[in-house]
């Protein structure tokens, strides 16, 4: 997408990391507006990979107003200082981790996220949403029979059990009774009365406890650094459950001993950074399951291949990595690997937690209205010309 005026004084946006390709929809509607050129770029390169960081700093370097979507692409303050052009960096959501805010203020930047959804129902959330379709997915097995039914003729409720050895973990949980390593895909396992382990009882560790407690009769656990049971008790009353509902565990180790189910649900900063390593997946059943919508770096990705490598556990669902987009050599890549001679099984979606169509055209749609207002006010970067968007700096 480009459009552009005959005008000396051009003023060029460059919108970054749009997938789906919806956004020149919305921003198409700016284009009249004397001395605006706009460019696409979908591919997203990375600042902290040597071989794209020059290729980035080259790419960006001409615009006064950047798009960004979510953390997709990074902006640290070794890039922000080579952007003598930028004035307008827009983000989505109310704050992002993946720009400094600090050199944006001292390099004189205005950024800009997005509010709400105007229409968005209180206490419900896509990402939630993404963390129940990974859980049953990977436990019901939807993906496996999807393609037995597309790729044989003749099987129906069968498959070939893995021939591999048993281990001493608990047999409790998931698949009880069972050779817990000889799990075939034809076969599915409920949730009702198993343990639901939340890491992280915020907003959205909140819903996924909700939805495990009522939607499938689970048990739900949580910890968190600073979780006390009377926070635990006053979450669960505000979504109308009964104190007690969300049990505290006495310490992480629990957290993770007692677990069926593991979502993880913390906030990453430098401290939480591998807050899930190679210790807490050592304390996990033989049958269950760790599912990551947060952010990839809070689960060391090394320690977490050793652990599915060894089908130490019944498998992983991710829907976040350490790289984004997922690197080729990565290997959660592994065709036909996972789930495969006694390893683990495996469950990815690319960072999709967010990604539902309503919440992306109406980023879309508040970032258009911020540069039209900022270009109504010649470029002016006062915070009382911005209207349509939460001002982060």
Request: charged share 20%; glycine share 8%.
């Amino acid at each position: 997408m480009s459009s552009s005026s005959s005008s000396s004084a051009v003023i060029k946006l460059a919108i970054l990391d749009d997938y789906a390709g919806i956004a020149p929809a919305h921003f198409q509607r700016l284009t009249p507006r004397l001395g605006l050129e706009i460019h696409t770029f979908p591919e997203t390169l990375n600042i902290h990979n040597p071989d794209e960081h020059d290729a980035l700093v080259q790419r960006l370097q001409p615009y006064s107003i950047i798009s960004s979507m979510r953390e997709r692409t990074r902006f640290p303050r070794s890039l922000l200082e080579k952007l003598p052009t930028l004035k307008l960096l827009l983000t989505t959501g109310g704050r992002n981790a993946a720009i400094d805010t600090e050199a944006c203020k001292e390099l004189g930047i205005r950024v800009v996220g997005t509010g709400p959804k105007p229409n968005a129902v209180p206490g419900y959330d896509s990402t939630n949403e993404q963390t129940w379709a990974l859980i049953l997915g990977l436990l019901r097995n939807v993906v496996e029979g999807d393609t037995r039914l597309k790729t044989t003729s003749d099987k129906w409720q069968t498959d070939q059990i893995n021939d591999t050895q048993h281990n001493d973990h608990d047999n409790s949980g998931l698949g009880q009774g069972l050779d817990v390593d000889r799990f075939s895909p034809a076969l599915v396992s409920t949730l009702a009365g198993k343990t639901l382990s939340i890491l992280g009882l915020g907003r959205l560790g909140t819903q996924a406890a909700v939805t495990g407690a009522l939607g499938f009769g689970m048990r739900v656990l949580a910890w968190s650094s600073s979780l006390t049971q009377a926070k635990a008790d006053s979450l669960a009353a505000s979504r109308g459950l009964p104190a007690g509902s969300f049990e505290v565990a006495s310490s992480k180790d629990e957290l993770f001993r007692r677990a069926d189910v593991l979502s993880v649900h913390y906030v990453l900063s430098e401290r939480s950074r591998g807050i899930v390593s190679k210790h807490e997946l050592s304390l996990m059943k033989p049958t269950a399951i760790l599912v990551n919508t947060s952010r990839g770096p809070l689960v060391t990705e090394s320690d977490l291949v050793d652990v599915l490598e060894k089908g130490a556990i019944r498998g992983a669902a991710l829907d976040v990595f350490d790289t984004e987009p997922l690197p080729k050599d990565s290997p959660w890549r592994k065709d036909n690997y996972w789930g495969k001679e006694g390893r683990s099984r495996l469950l990815l979606s690319p960072h999709l937690g967010y990604a539902d169509l309503e919440t992306m055209h109406h980023w879309y749609d508040v970032q258009a209205s911020v540069v039209d207002e900022w270009l109504a006010r010649g470029g002016q970067n006062e915070v009382a010309a911005i209207k349509s968007g939460p001002v982060i700096v």
